[in-house]
């Protein structure tokens, strides 16, 4: 009896990457040494103003101006360290967040016979030179909205003669707040740095089409949401919003892609 069985044709369907998100570790990483100078910064305010409190029982006959006088001279020190570190902390940063996404992508792209080892050249220099000033600014901002809110705490308490356990506890909340906005930098500037990268390479491995993949998030946005699964073009980007962008790319996105092999 012949066999009725029918054969079901499929549709060849162009090859895609897998999506590369940024690397969870590279991150944690620079998180956690941007808020071990936060620490020593916020040891170092305490510590001093402990002193002056102690020695000063009746804040309201304080000068001002010695007050302003030794924030100033903390002011500068910690600035000064910040400056000192970010080009190092941004480089080391950018460099392991690069090689995480050129790694997995050399590695799909061997799994398809494409023996492709990237090289730095001109423009990914370019690329990543970029990102590193980003990311040293960034870092440099760090102590100047934290002396600034600083100031005025301490300046407030001094005029009423505040105690030193209030102050204390407003300055803890300062310190967390300035932990949290150094976590928000690694997560965002590690999705920027992988987006930037995956977007040049690409274009160098004749990539021109991707597949925007959308990724839970605190706070979606419905747009994003909305482009999920849709194709765009890897040069020109998404139009999303009346602009073009790319996954990763805006800020507090966390969306991926998949690179379109063939078409």
């Known amino acids: 009896m012949a066999d009725k069985r029918r054969t079901i044709k499929t549709k060849n369907k162009p090859d895609e990457l897998r999506p590369?998100?940024?690397?969870?570790?590279?991150?944690?990483?620079?998180?956690r040494k941007m808020q071990k100078l936060i620490k020593s910064m916020q040891n170092s305010v305490t510590y001093w103003l402990e002193s002056v409190y102690r020695n000063n029982p009746d804040m309201t006959v304080v000068s001002v101006k010695k007050i302003q006088d030794m924030l100033d001279v903390l002011k500068?020190?910690?600035?000064?360290?910040?400056?000192?570190?970010?080009?190092?902390?941004?480089?080391?940063?950018?460099?392991?967040?690069?090689?995480?996404?050129?790694?997995?992508?050399?590695?799909q792209l061997a799994e398809r016979n494409f023996g492709i080892k990237f090289e730095l050249t001109a423009e990914m220099r370019a690329i990543v030179h970029a990102e590193i000033v980003q990311n040293v600014s960034l870092i440099q901002s760090i102590p100047s909205q934290y002396f600034t809110e600083v100031e005025g705490l301490v300046m407030r308490s001094v005029a009423v003669g505040g105690d030193l356990?209030?102050?204390?506890?407003?300055?803890?909340?300062?310190?967390?707040?300035?932990?949290?906005?150094?976590?928000?930098?690694?997560?965002?500037?590690?999705?920027?740095?992988?987006?930037?990268?995956?977007?040049?390479?690409?274009?160098?491995?004749?990539?021109?089409?991707?597949?925007?993949?959308?990724t839970a998030c605190r706070y979606p946005r419905q747009s994003h949401v909305d482009y999920n699964g849709k194709e765009y073009d890897v040069a020109e980007g998404a139009l999303i919003d009346g602009k073009r962008i790319w996954p990763g790319s805006e800020i507090n996105c966390g969306c991926l892609s998949k690179s379109i092999m063939s078409h």
């Open 20 to 31: 590369i998100p940024p690397n969870v570790g590279v991150e944690s990483e620079y998180r």
């Open 76 to 107: 500068n020190r910690w600035f000064g360290n910040f400056d000192e570190a970010a080009p190092t902390l941004a480089a080391g940063f950018v460099a392991k967040a690069s090689k995480n996404l050129e790694s997995n992508m050399e590695r």
């Open 165 to 214: 356990k209030t102050l204390s506890l407003e300055l803890h909340k300062r310190y967390g707040i300035t932990l949290d906005r150094a976590g928000k930098i690694a997560m965002d500037q590690n999705r920027k740095v992988n987006a930037a990268m995956k977007r040049a390479r690409q274009l160098e491995c004749g990539i021109t089409k991707a597949i925007w993949i959308h």
